[in-house]
């Protein structure tokens, strides 16, 4: 498990952005800053990519360089995910993409996650990103998975999130039974009783968008 917060670096500052109240109140800022996440992780996932030889023509002379060998596919969970999932596409810019409208039904005793929406490429063989900003119960991103595997199966999941409680990543871990790496921003320390992350940043949909009716 990859945690981007263990280093210090120029992350700390868009993390520390997104769970500010005061900054949160610049809507485009958040989202910058989700994107910003998206690219940094990017970069960090690429590193563990497969590359190829490629031969490049500068002006001046022929050169060998290593690319990747192939660009992953990135889904994007709606609707928090879009500027996080942009940043990944800035970087992945020839990926494919696909995209799954997931909500929780919150009733007293229980969380139940509801997907309205999914469409994705075949994915057979193929690395997958699952880009989604919070990972707080994991039930979302297991119902998301199991429903991508109609699609075909990739040959590893990369489940990425900007933060995420250790609940979830223990529900992860016992869920999944095909190759994975989990990516995160921040790991948080624990979800309160409502499953929200703490103390993590409050709604990422809302704040990136505007509270819903």
Known sequence: MFILSNQNSIANQFLAELRDLNTQKDRMRFRKNLERLGEILAYEISKSMEYKSHEVETPLAKMTVEIPKRQPVIVAVLRASLPFYQGFLNFFDQAESGFIGAFREEKSDSITINLGYHASP???????????????????????????????????????????????????????????????GALDQKL?????????????????????I
């Open 192 to 212: 309160n009783q409502h499953s929200y992350i703490v103390p993590g940043l409050g709604d990422a949909g809302d704040l990136a968008f505007g509270e819903k």
């Open 122 to 184: 075949d994915l057979t063989g193929k690395e997958l990103i699952l880009a989604d900003p919070m990972l707080a119960t994991g039930k979302s991103f297991i119902k998301s998975i199991e429903t991508l595997l109609t699609h075909g199966k990739p040959s590893i999941i990369h489940v990425a999130a900007a933060f995420a409680a250790p609940e979830g990543v223990e529900y992860l871990k016992s869920q999944l039974n095909i190759p994975y790496k989990i990516w995160l």
